[in-house]
């Protein structure tokens, strides 16, 4: 902030001063770190609030689908709500409860909407007398239904749907160890990247000027 609101206008205020001509180098340089500089809170605070403008007018369906397309965090948060979905589920059937009943539960509980109207729909086509093998492709990922119907054959669907719940808690937790693997060269290269910008930004203007000065 120091050096976007005080060295860098400084340092444009003389080459414009002096009707200094820079290299193209050091001229891009100079712009690029000034914008980093200047516009990179308001670029996050604008992220910020679309996602709230987004939750609020869009609905937190759409926001949830949007961030299940983010880059590497997606997968993720999809894991996660797939292992909490699946492992509620399964807890309610071996507790007992009717199949289409426990789906209702497991929708009002729910906290991604997403599976919650699949719940919502599977129940209703479950109280139809529809097997739940049939048409669980329709709502949910589709590799599930022999899943499915292989419990539904044992009469062991609660088992099936823990054991699938436990899957993707194992796919979570792998694929958070990745991130927490990656994330710190993610982050020290962006930083290297953002220190260079704002070093060629402010160096390379200024050896311009010297030498321009030198040379008058």
């Not at 693997?181 to 260079?196: C, G, K, N, R, Y």
């Amino acid at each position: 902030a120091f050096v976007a609101y005080f060295v860098l206008p400084e340092i444009e205020s003389m080459i414009n001063e002096f009707g200094i001509v820079l290299p193209f180098v050091a001229e891009a340089s100079l712009k690029a770190s000034g914008f980093v500089s200047n516009q990179g809170l308001w670029l996050g605070v604008s992220c910020v609030a679309l996602a709230l403008v987004g939750r609020l007018f869009a609905g937190i369906r759409i926001v949830r689908l949007a961030l299940y397309q983010v880059p590497l965090f997606g997968q993720l948060w999809s894991w996660i709500s797939l292992a909490e979905f699946f492992r509620q589920w399964a807890l309610l059937l071996d507790r007992g409860i009717q199949l289409s009943l426990a789906l209702k539960l497991v929708a009002n509980g729910q906290r991604d909407p997403i599976l919650s109207d699949a719940s919502r729909k599977l129940a209703d086509e479950v109280e139809h007398g529809t097997l739940l093998s049939d048409v669980v492709q329709d709502h949910l990922p589709r590799d599930l239904a022999s899943m499915i119907r292989w419990g539904e054959e044992r009469q062991s669907l609660a088992e099936t749907l823990d054991a699938t719940g436990q899957m993707y808690k194992a796919r979570a937790e792998a694929h958070a160890l990745y991130l927490r693997t990656l994330f710190p060269a993610l982050l020290f290269l962006i930083v290297i990247l953002l220190v260079t910008l704002l070093t060629m930004g402010l160096f390379l203007p200024l050896m311009s000027l010297l030498n321009e000065l030198g040379n008058t």
